[in-house]
């Protein structure tokens, strides 16, 4: 069973997610197939190593010794993986896709260059739509995609990165908890139809039986950065402020300087999970792994 390393990664994802459902999303395998990995662990140890319980699974005690032994299997794996990759040396310039408000806000250059150097070989921002990025993965026209829309596929395995909150914002004060009410005093940015953010917002404005259609809307605009400058460059007015949502991550420097403002809804917040999306041909590929392993550990988070 030692050099079918699999069934153990399989093992040491269901013990870190505490769910057989967790593990099977995020190795990117069907859950009867984590299921059925496990108990060929269990017959060839003779031994049960995990029970399952209402809120999730736990460790017996061959599991917990299992456990640290796949831990140290695995660390002495991926050692090995990044001493061949030394060798090889690979020439590559590694692909990576980002949809607009992740490439354009969140990813910095200093984090494209300092992951360049953790696998030493350039890499290629390319900044789309998250759809069009889901399909050039599939055309292997990139390596790897940050995504803020859940274009689920079949074919790849997603990860959840980061957590991300749409909030209202204008160029003057407006109060920073907005009653229901106060949503048709102001003048609109609106994102246009098809949008993910646009999806978000009106799932949320559907509970409070807020009507977009009742709103002054002054225009629809395709992406974070236009509607961004359309807000700096609208017209000042107090008494009739112009305001969009958008994410917070877009405009953290601006909210700290005092060139715009935030609001929230109230009893309401509107939040999404940012994404990273990989082809499941590239599940144990040490590039892709190191990439992905470098932005979870926070070394991109704006």
Same mark, same amino acid.
């Given at each position: 069973m030692l050099k079918d390393f699999v069934k153990l990664e399989t093992f040491l994802t269901v013990a870190r997610e505490r769910s057989f459902s967790k593990a099977s999303a995020k190795l990117g395998i069907s859950q009867p197939a984590v299921t059925q990995q $496990?108990?060929?662990? &269990?017959?060839?140890?003779? &031994?049960?190593?995990?029970?399952?319980?209402?809120? /999730?699974?736990?460790?017996?005690?061959?599991?917990?010794e299992l456990y640290k032994i796949a831990l140290r299997l695995e660390k002495e794996i991926h050692a090995s993986e990044n001493e061949v990759l030394k060798i090889i040396n690979k020439e590559i310039t590694f692909r990576l896709g980002a949809s607009f408000t992740i490439g354009t806000y969140i990813i910095p250059g200093q984090c494209?260059?300092? @992951?360049?150097?953790?696998?030493?070989?350039?890499?290629?921002?390319?900044?789309? =739509?998250? &759809?069009? $990025?889901?399909?050039?993965?599939?055309?292997?026209? #990139?390596? #790897?995609?940050?995504?803020?829309?859940?274009?689920?596929?079949? &074919?790849?395995?997603?990860? *959840?990165?980061?957590e991300d909150e749409l909030v209202v914002v204008s160029n003057v004060p407006i109060p920073k908890v907005l009653k229901t009410e106060e #949503?048709?005093?102001?003048?609109? $940015?609106?994102?246009?139809?098809?949008?993910?953010?646009?999806q978000v917002v009106s799932e949320v404005f559907e509970e409070l039986g807020v009507s977009c259609k009742s709103f002054n809307v002054l225009s629809e605009v395709s992406n974070t950065t236009a509607v961004l400058q359309s807000i700096k460059k609208a017209k000042r007015n107090e008494a009739k402020p112009v305001v969009s949502i958008i994410s917070k991550h877009a405009i953290e420097e601006e909210?700290?300087? /005092?060139?715009?403002? *935030? +609001?929230? =809804?109230?009893?309401?917040? @509107?939040?999404?999970?940012?994404? $990273? +999306?990989y082809s499941k041909e590239n599940k144990h590929n040490?590039?892709?792994?190191n990439v992905v392993n470098y932005i979870l550990t926070g070394n991109c988070d704006a």
């Open positions: $496990i108990k060929f662990i &269990e017959k060839y140890l003779g &031994e049960k190593i995990i029970e399952r319980k209402k809120n /999730g699974i736990k460790l017996t005690a061959a599991g917990d494209l260059n300092t @992951m360049s150097k953790a696998i030493n070989n350039d890499v290629k921002l390319s900044i789309d =739509l998250s &759809e069009n $990025i889901v399909q050039n993965i599939k055309d292997r026209k #990139l390596d #790897l995609g940050l995504i803020e829309s859940p274009v689920f596929d079949n &074919e790849l395995i997603y990860r *959840e990165w980061l #949503l048709y005093d102001f003048q609109w $940015i609106c994102r246009d139809e098809g949008s993910h953010t646009r909210v700290s300087r /005092g060139e715009l403002f *935030e +609001a929230r =809804l109230r009893g309401y917040t @509107m939040s999404r999970s940012f994404y $990273i +999306a040490a590039y892709v792994e």
